[in-house]
């Protein structure tokens, strides 16, 4: 068996690993390269390896960086099954058709006003295409055995968001194991991911591999203060967020401190349609995380649901103190930057990172103090002020990953490559472990092959 490294490497984006047995060719995740426009390149470049032809997928989770590149490969001829948890295959079929709807919408405003460098921009996929390729996906639960050709595979539950897992293939005497992105241990909403099996070999994502997320005070505490310095400047609170696992985490979070009297009540606008259908699947699975579905039920009431554009343009006529949750997290595309255009040159408003910022983003640029960002081929003063919560993060940092190890049934000498950081993160977290473990770890390069 050998394992070639086709994305998330030196990079959390584009997370692709290509399983090679005597008979058999596995994906295990089929991710979107984020961020850096050298990164985003490569998902125009011909696919590596020939992965249209490859005999399955499986998926360790939902998020684009992880399943967004299916629709290329649908594009490109492939026609086999794609095998993801229940919950997994319900967000992909948001997640994915919103991701091509976006494309299309971009690619379209940049032809319309001449902002790009092809008389024709087209977008990677579309809406249609997206929707098409999830005729693809078949559901499995946590624990069910299933098989690709000769290799046997296992999900078991990684924590982070709903159906994350850790995929586990055995195939030619060998067992190995992709973590996927691992939750954290004390997490508000998700359960902590299950410790490993014995594995010949790990792959393990190392976003928070040189970080540990600030445990002095909580998460709750750090939004309240946030809400309440921008609320007594009369400000707006603008939070960029991930439709999947934080949208809903801050709906929840945000609904729980004004009953509790730590916030001033204020409207609360989810400005995402994504997110709004995300937020009912949770509820439809609340059994995979901690929040009952009469708790959900609660905290979404209380929130303003934005579906249509109209609804949308109409919340910059809200006067007063108010918060609005939109896409996307990194502030790469979505509603949040027509925001963005009516409140960044505000001093009263308040912008609020809640999760990890990769490398090139525009939420990664302002948290290190751009003067301006550029918005739809325009650059916009940043006047606003610009803050991140680390404690909703939904990564385990350095040593949460390093505790899940201890808790896992890995033998001494266990081979570990990491994977899904970047580059300053995985060389700290490679020092850690070798320091700390007596596991045998080292860094995946891109493209490179493992050979078990």
Known sequence: MKIIFLGGTETVTGSKYLVETENTRLLVDCGLFQGYKWLRKRNWQPLPMGINEVDGVVLTHAHLDHSGFIPVLYKEGYRGPIFAQEATTALCDILLADSGRIQEEDAKFLGKHGLSKH???????????????????????????????????????????????????????????????????????????????????????????????????????????????????????????????????????????????????????????????????????????KLSDSVCQHSFDKVIYTRSVDESKAIASQSGPHIVIAGSGMATGGRILHHFKRWLTDHRCTVLFSGHQAGGTRGAKMLQGVESIKLHGQWLPVKARVRQLDGLSAHADYSELSDWLKQSDLRAGTPIQLIHGEPDAMESFRDHLNQTTNFDVDIADYQGVYHL
């Open 119 to 289: 008389k024709t921009p087209q977008p990677l996929y579309d809406e249609a295409m997206a929707l098409a390729s999830m005729k693809l996906f078949q559901s499995v639960s946590f624990g069910q055995s299933f098989a690709v050709g000769d290799i046997n595979i296992t999900l078991q539950p990684a924590g982070h968001i709903l159906g994350a897992s850790s995929v586990i293939i055995e195939a030619e005497g060998k067992r190995v194991a992709f973590s996927g992105d691992v939750g954290r241990p004390q997490d508000v909403m998700m359960y902590p991911a299950a410790p490993l099996p014995e594995v010949d070999l790990l792959l393990l994502e190392s976003t928070y591999g040189d970080r540990q997320h600030d445990k002095t005070e909580s998460a709750e505490k750090q939004l309240a203060d946030v809400v309440n310095e921008c609320s007594s400047s009369g400000g707006v609170l603008l939070i960029p967020a991930f439709s999947v696992g934080r949208a809903q985490l801050l709906q929840y979070l945000l609904v729980k401190l004004m009953d509790q009297g730590d916030i001033p009540r204020q409207p609360i606008f989810l400005d995402s349609p994504m997110a709004i259908n995300v937020s009912q699947i949770y509820r439809r699975h609340h059994q995979l995380h």
